[in-house]
């Protein structure tokens, strides 16, 4: 049985072999002071929220991250899921599933009004799941790079 729970600073080796996967999934990397800003903000848990999923033995096995904005469409606010990644080792056993559905119960008892995210249009394994738990939009992201 898969258990979720928030993620705490004894969690940060683990947290990083998983940010680590997740970064090397999209083929991205971000600076090391991004990352230690990152963990922080989510132990802080004040704008950046993060759990861990782990497996019967404990391991962890998963990461999700979210944050919540004000939104001009309602008086209350979204939640954003920003980022989820499942061990290779551990797909197809509902780890996502799990972990989407602890955002989408924090979020409604945080009194968001929904809960959103992005994927890539090729991802589709993940598409099939996110097909069965949401609501696809239809809307198509685009965004401006700025460069300081």
Not at 4 to 13: E, G, H, K
Not at 89 to 115: C, M, N, P, Y
């Amino acid at each position: 049985m898969t258990t979720i729970s928030p993620i705490t600073a004894d969690d940060r080796p683990a947290w990083d072999a998983l940010w680590q996967g997740y970064l090397t999934f999209y083929e991205s990397d971000v600076p090391a002071e991004v990352s230690e800003s990152t963990f922080q903000r989510i132990l802080a848990d004040d704008h950046i929220h993060g759990a861990l999923a782990r497996d019967e033995q404990g391991h962890p096995i998963g990461l999700v991250h979210w944050l919540t904005h004000p939104a001009t469409w309602t008086t209350k606010v979204y939640c954003y899921l920003e980022d989820l990644f499942v061990a290779p080792e551990a797909r197809g056993q509902g780890v996502g599933e799990s972990l989407i559905g602890h955002v989408r119960d924090w979020a409604r008892v945080f009194g968001a009004t929904k809960v959103y995210w992005l994927t890539a249009d090729d991802n589709a394994t993940a598409r099939s799941l996110y097909d069965r738990v949401a609501t696809s939009t239809g809307f198509v992201h685009y965004e401006i790079e700025l460069q300081p």
